[in-house]
Each structure stands twice: as structure tokens, then as C-alpha cells.
């Protein structure tokens, strides 16, 4: 399976992927996402079991990263459908978020296959070359943000058919959740142009900011995984941003957004060793979101 020639999704899908216990656990697969580093737009391994011909791109790692994604957690909720009918969702997904893309063919009015005009869609989705320059007509984003379009699809599964809205809740609420965090540094008027350039749905209103940053957030108010993911992406940018990062910040942060402290210890230490142990990928020249600094 080459992730960069067509009718890559086709034969991923016809691969006989071992079964794992993430399968079935919502919390598993977020922590085997955050493992690959797809959690921080970092996608620095894939799994086993996909016989690629080579070693794969960043932006190869993230589209398999994505096909394996929306696939394991598709069937948490459908165990019996198969990978067309996941294909076939996924197209419907796109379409409600707005941004399916039609293949050449397709331009040309002619009927679509699903399974190239996905490989179209995950191509505009996946932010190209490791920097900041928006891709071909603005459609691609910066791939920390891309993590979100997973936990947008499987509100979808779970039954919630708004998933625009929830999608631009999504990006607007890490936003602030991070200035509630990094606001006070100076780093944060750096970074703020760079995240309001990676959003999609929301740049217009943190552009115009109406007092959107003010309010207080409890992350508590969000099902498990999307809140699991808003912690890590704060911690991620805290620690590779701040020039000094110092627990007893994160720790207020922490008591201010409804965040149990252990927890928050553990993510905290959790992320600390997990840059530490990537460094060297890190200092091959993956930028990622912020352009990881390490402190």
C-alpha cells in the first residue's frame, strides 16, 4: 500500500489489520493516536501491519494516520459494517463539514467514486510540507488542528449530525482554553497570529476577538476524549513554547478550568517524557504547530 498513489485507501482497507483492544476502547485508541503523535499534528510512527513500500512522508504518516483513525474508531460503534460503508459515512461527514473535494473526474461532471474522492478530501485536509504556508486556496490547515476533524467525526457516530458547529467549538474552544493558560507570557502574541492562520472555521471571530476569550471554560463540560485532547494540545504549546515552564502555572490553570489535579500532574509528566523521548525526531526539523522549540 503506497499512501501516495490512487486507490491507497481501497487497498488499506482490503489489509487484514490485527485487532487490538483499542478497537473497542475510546480512551486506547485517543492514547495509541497520541503515541503515533497524530494528537499534536507530530505524526512521527504508524502502525504495524501495513505493508508500505517505503518509509513513509510526514504528510503519508498523517493520511494513514487518518484512514486508521476514522476506521478503529468507526467500529467501536459499527463492529458488523464494513470499509465501504466507513468510506461512505466519511463522505457524508465531509459533505456536512463542507469540505469534500471532488477528484478531477468529478470537476468534469462525471460521477464521483467515493473512494477517490476521498483520497482527494484527506489530501486538502492534511497541512503539506511541515510550515506555515496555507496550501492551494487556503483549504489546508495546520495538522494539530486536524485531530479535531476524528473527534468531529465520532460525535457524528455517536449521533450528533451538527458537527459544523461542533467543529468550530472545537477550534474556538482550545483557543481559549490556551490563552487562559499562556495569555499572561509573551510568547502568546507570537503564537496567537500562527493559531488564528491554522483554524479554519473560527479565524474571523478570534480576528475580531469579542470578548471570546473572557469567558471561563470548564472542560468537564466536554464528553471524555474531545476534553482529554483540549488538555493535551494546552500542555503541548505550554511546554514547548513557554520559555520556562513551571508546574504551579499549569497547576492554577488547572483549578481554574475544572481540571482534577492529578490528572493534570499526570498529562503534564505524560507529555514532558513524550517530547523527551521524540526529541531527535524533533530536531530533524519537524515543526509541527508552533515550530517546537524545547525550552
Not at 491554522?198 to 476524549?225: C, H, M, N, R, W
Request: aromatic letters at 14%; a negative charge; charged letters at 15%.
Amino acid at each position: 500500500m503506497n499512501p501516495s498513489s490512487a486507490g491507497w485507501i481501497k487497498k488499506f482497507g482490503s489489509l487484514p489489520l490485527t485487532k487490538t483492544p483499542s478497537n473497542t476502547d475510546a480512551v486506547l485508541w485517543y492514547e495509541d493516536m497520541a503515541h503515533w503523535g497524530m494528537v499534536y499534528g507530530i505524526p512521527w510512527d504508524v502502525p504495524s501491519g501495513l505493508d508500505l513500500p517505503h518509509q513513509p512522508t510526514a504528510d503519508e504518516r498523517c493520511k494513514v494516520l487518518m484512514i486508521y483513525g476514522f476506521w478503529s474508531s468507526y467500529q467501536m460503534v459499527h463492529p458488523k459494517n464494513n470499509f465501504d460503508q466507513l468510506v461512505h459515512s466519511l463522505m457524508e461527514f465531509y459533505t456536512v463539514l463542507g469540505q469534500d473535494r471532488k477528484t478531477m473526474l468529478g470537476r468534469l461532471g462525471f460521477a464521483n467514486d467515493s473512494y477517490s474522492q476521498l483520497e482527494t478530501t484527506l489530501e486538502s485536509r492534511i497541512f503539506p510540507n511541515q510550515g506555515f504556508v496555507l496550501g492551494a486556496l487556503g483549504q489546508s490547515i495546520i495538522n494539530i488542528w486536524l485531530f479535531q476533524d476524528m473527534l468531529a467525526w465520532m460525535a457524528y457516530l455517536e449521533g450528533n449530525k451538527n458537527v459544523l458547529e461542533y467543529r468550530k467549538e472545537l477550534e474556538l474552544t482550545c483557543f481559549r482554553l490556551l490563552y487562559q493558560l499562556m495569555g499572561s507570557l509573551g510568547v502568546w502574541e507570537i503564537m496567537k497570529p500562527q493559531l488564528i492562520h491554522g483554524t479554519q472555521f473560527v479565524a474571523q471571530e478570534l480576528l475580531l476577538d469579542q470578548e471570546l476569550l473572557q469567558t471561563p471554560i470548564s472542560v468537564k463540560a466536554y464528553p471524555p476524549i474531545a476534553a482529554r485532547y483540549m488538555v493535551d494540545f494546552c500542555l503541548f504549546a505550554y511546554l514547548t513554547q513557554a520559555k520556562k515552564p513551571v508546574w504551579s502555572q499549569v497547576n492554577l490553570w488547572g483549578s481554574q478550568t475544572n481540571i482534577d489535579p492529578a490528572y493534570l500532574s499526570e498529562r503534564y509528566n505524560g507529555q514532558i517524557k513524550w517530547l523527551e523521548n521524540h526529541q531527535g525526531f524533533i530536531d530533524d526539523g519537524w515543526e509541527g504547530l508552533f515550530g517546537v522549540q524545547l525550552y
